[in-house]
């Protein structure tokens, strides 16, 4: 199993550009999110999945979307960059469940000037 | 849900020496989870321990829970400089999955 892959893993965008960070998992799990990290903030949650058509906002879902049309995918799409979503861009993915622990792909470091 | 404050916020030992970390939260829970973050890369789980649970063990960790002060602490016994990471407590509540970390005790591990 590769487990849960994301690309890119850098990324430079200028200013009201957008793009759409990849996320995909093999592991047939149900739930699925997004996480940014920025430096002595921890993780922020993005937005979530529990399945495939079924999304809900997390912590700081402002400036992104997400769709879910397959278990394994969850793209997020930045529709306008600004610099204050430069960071470092986590996903992950386990069982839906009480008792099931996450699995975090290696991440997309973004920056936007 | 809610997210775990962890203390300290840095810790700096010898390799050899143990390492606690502690992990606080604010309402009931049906477990917390422990994750392991290197440098740059993404979290990695290190141990869960449900409600009901006081003490649970995976090779040299140690995890404690108390539910009645709302605390956790994770021991790392013999800490090796591989060890030197960040560490992050997630209390589940409520529905599943849904995570929310703090941010986290920096462990230094030095030779």
């Known amino acids: 199993n590769a487990g849960v892959t994301q690309t890119p893993k850098f990324q430079v965008l200028k200013t009201g550009q957008s793009m759409t960070l990849q996320c995909a998992q093999d592991?047939?799990?149900?739930?699925m999110s997004w996480y940014r990290q920025d430096p002595g903030m921890g993780l922020r949650l993005i937005h979530y999945s529990v399945g495939a058509g079924i999304t809900d906002q997390g912590e700081v879902p402002n400036g992104y979307n997400v769709s879910r049309s397959t278990t394994e995918d969850f793209p997020l799409r930045l529709l306008s960059a600004a610099p204050s979503q430069t960071s470092v861009y986590f996903c992950?993915?386990?069982?839906?469940?009480?008792?099931?622990?996450?699995?975090f792909g290696p991440g997309t470091r973004l920056t936007v000037t | 849900s809610q997210q775990g404050e962890e203390d300290p916020q840095a810790l700096s030992i010898q390799e050899g020496e143990n390492a606690t970390m502690n992990c606080s939260y604010k309402t009931s829970i049906n477990n917390l989870q422990w994750y392991r973050q290197n440098s740059g890369r993404g979290l990695v789980h290190l141990i869960l321990i449900r409600s009901n649970e006081r003490e649970k063990h995976s090779g040299r960790l140690r995890v404690t829970l108390d539910t009645s002060k709302k605390s956790s602490s994770l021991l790392i016994t013999a800490s090796r400089a591989a060890d030197t990471a960040s560490y992050f407590c997630a209390p589940v509540e409520g529905t599943a999955s849904k995570l929310t970390f703090g941010t986290g005790t920096r462990l230094q591990v030095t030779l």
């Open positions: 992950a993915s386990s069982y839906f469940g009480l008792d099931y622990e996450q699995y």
């Open positions: 592991m047939n799990h149900e739930y």
